[in-house]
């Protein structure tokens, strides 16, 4: 989304497939992490706050050893305030559904950008989407619809958790939010360097949540860990995603990334484990067959964006 784009000799694919498949258990363990942390007592805001705020430095140094400046070509800042507070909107949205639901299951929701991002260009005056696309889509609703279990959820009156119809609004929420901010990426701000655009967007992001957490508007968005469990997790989620971020925007030009990236979709199948073994977070087979059509369908849709 915004990562370097200078020219480098790229890895073998063998290598760059295992530092993606990497790449993505790590942002995959953040979001158990994240978890382990809210049902402790942590606040939403925090997290963000403590992530955001540790990669921005993070990269700020980068920034400062490669010696690269901050100016933005004009006509560009308004929009990469648009971005940077998108960006803000989409991690609030899915840590507040990690929060909630299953994790694996506000990721499944939550990787379906790639599907409204083909929308959203079309609806913009884009490309009209292929009929293989198309059906790519329909598979990945279909295999939702498995993987959320909602002909059960609809079935059933007990209604055992309160929270899941909040839980996948607000990862839906943070699909369209990300959608959106690739959108204006490709659209709007092609011309802005990407260390710049990714320093900016995590500066806007930590701005944002420290306002909203001075302001009250989620009185308890900046509550403290109960417990040295809690801590741990907190400190985990952040060196978790700070390492994998930064990584990715150092190695991001030699991992060929417009044939690669599909692998990057392992995220919510490796969430589906740590969750299963740290949160004891289990699905039915007909979730686990759903999720499987997901990633199947996310794959083909991103490989063929890419190729």
């Known amino acids: 989304m915004a990562f370097p784009s200078c020219a480098a000799t790229l890895f073998p694919r063998k290598l760059a497939i295992a ?39 993070v990269l700020a140094c980068l920034l400062v050893w490669q010696r690269q400046g901050l100016s933005l070509p004009a006509g560009t800042r308004g929009w990469q305030l648009l971005l940077g507070l998108l960006i803000a909107t989409q991690s609030l949205c ?6 909630r639901i299953p994790v694996a299951l506000a990721l499944l929701v939550g990787n379906t950008f790639p599907m409204l991002l083909a929308l959203l260009t079309w609806a913009l005056g884009g490309p009209r989407p292929t009929g293989r696309t ?26 055992a958790n309160p929270h899941w119809a909040l839980g996948v609004g607000l990862a839906f929420c943070a699909a369209c939010a990300f959608a959106c901010g690739l959108w204006i990426t490709d659209h709007k701000l092609a011309g802005v360097r990407g260390p710049v655009r990714s320093l900016l967007t995590l500066l806007v992001v930590f701005s944002s949540m ?8 989620m009185p308890s968005g900046l509550s403290l860990p109960g417990s040295i469990g809690g801590w741990v997790a907190l400190a985990s989620l952040v060196v ?23 692998v990057m979709n392992v995220e919510p199948i ?9 949160l004891d977070q289990r699905l039915s087979a007909l979730q686990l067959v759903g999720g499987a ?8 849709l991103t490989y063929r964006k890419a190729s």
């Open 19 to 57: 530092l993606l498949a990497l790449l993505a258990c790590s942002f995959a363990a953040n979001h158990v992490a994240a978890r382990i942390a809210f049902d402790d007592g942590t606040g939403v805001l925090l997290a963000i706050l403590c992530r955001s705020g540790i990669t921005f430095l």
């Open 94 to 99: 899915l840590y507040s559904a990690v929060a």
């Open 134 to 159: 198309v059906l790519f889509m329909g598979l990945i609703l279909c295999g939702l619809v498995l993987a959320l279990d909602v002909p059960a959820r609809m079935d059933d009156s007990s209604d």
């Open 210 to 217: 420290l306002v909203a957490g001075v302001s009250g508007v």
């Open 240 to 262: 978790l995603y700070g390492l994998a971020f930064s990584l990715l925007f150092v190695c991001v030009p030699r991992l060929n990334m417009a044939q690669n990236a599909p």
């Open 270 to 278: 490796a969430t589906l484990l740590l969750g299963w073994a740290l």
């Open 293 to 300: 059509v997901v990633v199947c369908g996310i794959v083909l």
